[in-house]
């Protein structure tokens, strides 16, 4: 790993409490992994279709990797710090087996500094040693780790649901996949090629065009599918038709609008005010939803999220 990445990086992953996994991955705790244990409050994915956020795991098979250095991400990227390396030089490739068995590991790891604390609910505690849901979404490109489909087909084996989050630059990767996520996440932060470029700074050659051939393979999932939106005040909240355009395209199951949060790495990037309000989130999805016909299902104020739909109600993975 350290031949690839510079030790600078490692060590300051590590001090934004990153557990590293093996030589590319990482779990991170979620604030509302947190938040469920010690005060009941859960995240909206827990609102919405039904993931306990106590038995969630939040990892990236792909922490040092990706092919966009998106203003908003909370990701270390290359040239943050002053610490440098190569995004796209890729690895010598974990195991699914090793990464499935290094990141249930590091969650227990996690859980571990709980016992003691007065505010764990006891109830909560027990279960979150059983995880449930593994999110693989904390940072970096999922689809450059070559053994994808059969990590998510490792962890759907030993019962865990998965929320697959893709910025939608490689759709051979996706179409190939041998099994499909539970769910899976398309971010869409842009309306335009302009604002795209702008915003989300692809890495890659022309990665508007491979978003937009990820769009039109959507349709063709079996798995609930979501484009997610996140929005930045001032950056790419305009053009809302531009938005409805690209929903019609890929004809998610959902639709998500949500606010850029002011966390991590990406503080060197935006500022505090960058963050809109939920209201102005409310506002944007109102307008998305005029344009494409999804319904607004739900929101979680606190998440800064709006969920929009089709169907009359989200589908549902409880824990068992």
């Known amino acids: 790993m350290e031949d690839l990445v510079p030790k600078a990086l490692i060590q300051a992953l590590k001090k934004q409490k990153y557990h590293l996994v093996g030589k590319?991955?990482?779990?991170?705790?979620?604030?509302?992994?947190?938040?469920?244990?010690?005060?009941?409050?859960?995240?909206?994915?827990?609102?919405f279709y039904g993931i306990n956020s106590h038995q969630c795991i939040q990892m990236s098979p792909a922490l040092f990797y990706c092919t966009q250095q998106c203003l908003f991400c909370w990701r270390a990227q290359n040239g943050d710090l002053q610490i440098n390396w190569d995004e796209l030089r890729l690895p010598e490739w974990d195991s699914p087996e090793e990464i499935t068995e290094g990141i249930v590991k590091a969650q227990s790891?996690?859980?571990?500094?709980?016992?003691?604390?007065?505010?764990?609910?006891?109830?909560?505690?027990r279960e979150a040693h059983r995880p449930r849901h593994v999110a693989i979404?904390?940072?970096?490109?999922?689809?450059?780790y070559a053994s994808l489909g059969e990590l998510i087909q490792t962890l759907h084996n030993r019962?865990?649901?998965?929320?697959?989050?893709?910025?939608?630059?490689?759709?051979?990767?996706?179409?190939?996949?041998?099994?499909?996520?539970?769910?899976l996440y398309v971010s869409v932060c842009s309306p335009n090629q302009e604002t795209f470029k702008?915003?989300?700074?692809?890495?890659?050659?022309?990665?508007?065009?491979r978003l937009n051939e990820t769009l039109e393979l959507l349709p063709s999932f079996r798995c609930p599918t979501v484009i997610r939106s996140t929005l930045v005040k001032d950056l790419n909240m305009?053009?809302?038709?531009?938005?409805?355009?690209?929903?019609?395209?890929?004809e998610p199951t959902y639709v998500e609008a949500k606010a850029y949060m002011?966390?991590?790495?990406?503080?060197?990037?935006?500022?505090?005010?960058?963050?809109?309000?939920?209201?102005?989130?409310?506002?944007?999805?109102?307008?998305?939803?005029e344009k494409t016909g999804y319904k607004i299902l739900d929101e979680s104020p606190d998440s800064r999220v709006v969920l929009l739909s089709k169907r009359d109600k989200p589908i549902r993975f409880s824990s068992p």
């Open 24 to 47: 590319h991955s990482a779990v991170k705790r979620c604030k509302w992994f947190y938040e469920a244990l010690t005060s009941g409050r859960s995240c909206y994915k827990q609102k």
């Open 137 to 144: 979404s904390l940072t970096g490109e999922p689809t450059l």
């Open 262 to 289: 002011h966390v991590g790495f990406s503080g060197l990037r935006l500022g505090f005010d960058s963050m809109p309000s939920h209201k102005d989130v409310y506002k944007f999805a109102r307008k998305l939803s």
């Open 198 to 209: 702008r915003v989300c700074r692809p890495q890659v050659p022309n990665a508007w065009e």
């Open 159 to 183: 019962g865990l649901t998965t929320f697959l989050v893709s910025n939608g630059n490689l759709p051979q990767k996706l179409s190939a996949l041998n099994e499909e996520p539970t769910q």
């Open 238 to 250: 305009n053009d809302v038709e531009g938005y409805a355009q690209l929903v019609s395209k890929a």
């Open 109 to 125: 790891k996690i859980l571990s500094g709980y016992k003691g604390n007065p505010k764990t609910d006891p109830q909560k505690f």
